[in-house]
């Protein structure tokens, strides 16, 4: 059988990564999500594939679970930044909204 090439390699890699998400953000077991997520992201790791900005959005990366809007997860607005504060491990993940800022007329 051939050796696959580095490119082909991130295709595979990128179609099972986003089967994995597609599963963890279906599923209503926390547990496969969470191991769903955790090998999703050590894939994008290993073969230096990118996850998409809105899907970084929807998990926790310290503890891997899914936020879901009202349970887990408290979303604070700060002056340039979107702050998730993840209700299972206390942690907190932050994402800048500078670019929607500037758009909006004043
Ligand atoms: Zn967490």
């Known amino acids: 059988m051939r050796r696959l090439g580095k ?3 991130k295709i595979i890699a990128n179609k099972r990564i986003n089967y ?3 599963l963890a953000f279906k599923t209503h077991d926390k547990e ?3 191991r769903a997520i955790k090998t999703a992201k050590s894939l994008s790791t290993r ?3 990118l996850i998409s900005k809105n899907i970084k959005r929807k998990f926790c990366k310290y503890c891997y679970t899914v936020f879901n809007s009202a349970n887990n997860v408290k979303v604070r607005i ?4 979107v702050e998730y504060n993840c ?3 206390g942690k907190k993940s932050r994402f800048p909204f500078v670019k929607e800022k500037s758009k909006k007329p004043k």
Do not use: D, H, T
Request: charged letters at 35%; proline letters at 0%; hydrophobic letters at 40%.
């Open 7 to 9: 490119s082909e390699k």
């Open 87 to 89: 209700l299972g491990c």
């Open 20 to 22: 994995l998400f597609k």
């Open 78 to 81: 700060k002056k340039n930044l």
């Open 47 to 49: 073969f230096r594939v």
């Open 32 to 34: 496969l999500a969470k």
